[in-house]
Nanobody, 109 residues
Framework: QVQLVESGGDLVQPGGSLRLSCAAS????????IGWYRQAPGKERELVAL?????HYADSVKGRFTISRDNAKNTVYLQMNSLKPEDTAVYYC?????WGQGTQVTVSS
């Protein structure tokens, strides 16, 4: 069955970096767009970055976050630099209409 598993979330200080991973299985990974989304407490889930043949970033993360994929490993990455407290959220990946369980990112001193 389709499965997406996120990892890499952590507590990090402002200005720090993290790399999230999304490992996918159960579908032809290379044929689908994969997106990273996030949901902060009390807020709606929002798109952070999307990768297919093109790459799209939310304005709030442009220049700080980088999405990439390794089709040989069925994995999508989100490199997050210059993290801010407002980046605190649960981060989810989505592919082929399926969601992972999420990974918590907390940016705090």
């Amino acid at each position: 069955q389709v499965q997406l598993v996120e990892s890499g979330g952590d507590l990090v200080q402002p200005g720090g970096s993290l790399r999230l991973s999304c490992a996918a299985s159960g579908f032809t990974f290379s044929s689908y767009s994969i997106g990273w989304y996030r949901q902060a407490p009390g807020k709606e889930r929002e798109l952070v970055a999307l990768i297919n043949g093109n790459i799209h970033y939310a304005d709030s993360v442009k220049g700080r976050f980088t999405i990439s994929r390794d089709n040989a490993k069925n994995t999508v990455y989100l490199q997050m630099n210059s993290l801010k407290p407002e980046d605190t959220a649960v981060y989810y990946c989505m592919g082929r209409g399926y969601w992972g369980q999420g990974t918590q990112v907390t940016v705090s001193s």
